[in-house]
């Protein structure tokens, strides 16, 4: 079933029933957003009551990233194949017939939304340096624009708002792994280390807004910063 709240999670209620094998969903508004099964995808514009399969959409991998709507109401998703020579990842929309392609073997971890298109953070080889790239719809493809390359470390975390982007990562060059803060305010064209803190020693989860906040939380606090 389909539960909303109006006030913040506070209070829920159940407004209809999702269709069968649905295990996730993604809104760009209160009225218009998709939900998922192994093997099609689905759309409503009255909020979740009722649902329509989109026409020859395959459904969505569990263990991919999680997929967002963009501010034009696009539905992005990332797919993941098994191929003589490696595993290959495509990044692809609904109403974009073509699939837009990382390297070869860069394995991409998260996806954000964007006014229009996605930001995306990839991993050279599945294991290397994370990458940070935007995507864009434009007529019947996706242009995917690299932007960074930042260092040869583990990405855990990613959250993105306007032109502001952060990236939690692991540096696991030691004998044990250590997570810090990459934070930009101009698009991912220039980074700044941020040290959460000797307090704080396994970030987890971060998330952005552009007008200002930054909160980064473990497995037992809370750490923010304008």
């Known amino acids: 079933k389909m539960i909303r709240s109006s006030d913040q999670g506070r209070t829920w209620e159940v407004i209809g029933s999702t269709p069968p094998e649905v295990f996730g969903s993604a809104f760009r508004d209160a009225e218009r957003g998709f939900a998922w099964s192994l093997d099609s995808i689905f759309r409503t514009n009255d909020g979740g009551i009722t649902w329509s399969r989109v026409p020859d959409a395959r459904g969505i991998q569990k263990g991919a990233p999680w997929p967002v709507v963009d501010g034009t109401g696009r539905l992005w998703f990332a797919l993941r194949r098994d191929e003589e020579g490696g595993r290959r990842y495509f990044l692809n929309s609904l109403d974009l017939r073509y699939r ?9 971890n998260a996806i954000r939304a964007r006014d229009s298109g996605v930001w995306l953070v990839a991993q050279q080889g599945g294991y290397g340096a994370a990458v940070v ?6 007529a019947s493809e996706i242009k995917i624009l690299p932007v960074s390359k930042l260092n040869d470390d583990l990405p855990i975390a990613f959250s993105a708002s306007g ?3 952060a990236l939690i990562l692991s540096d696991t060059s030691g004998f044990s792994s250590h997570r810090y803060l990459m934070l930009s305010d101009d698009g991912a064209l220039t980074w700044k280390r941020v040290e959460v803190g000797s307090a704080v020693d396994s970030p987890q ?4 807004r552009e007008a200002g906040g930054v909160w980064v939380a473990g497995r037992e606090w809370l750490w923010q910063a304008n």
């Open 100 to 108: 837009g392609e990382l390297k070869t073997k860069d394995q991409i």
């Open 133 to 138: 790239a935007r995507a864009e719809g434009q």
């Open 163 to 165: 032109a502001r982007v």
């Open 205 to 208: 989860s971060i998330c952005v």
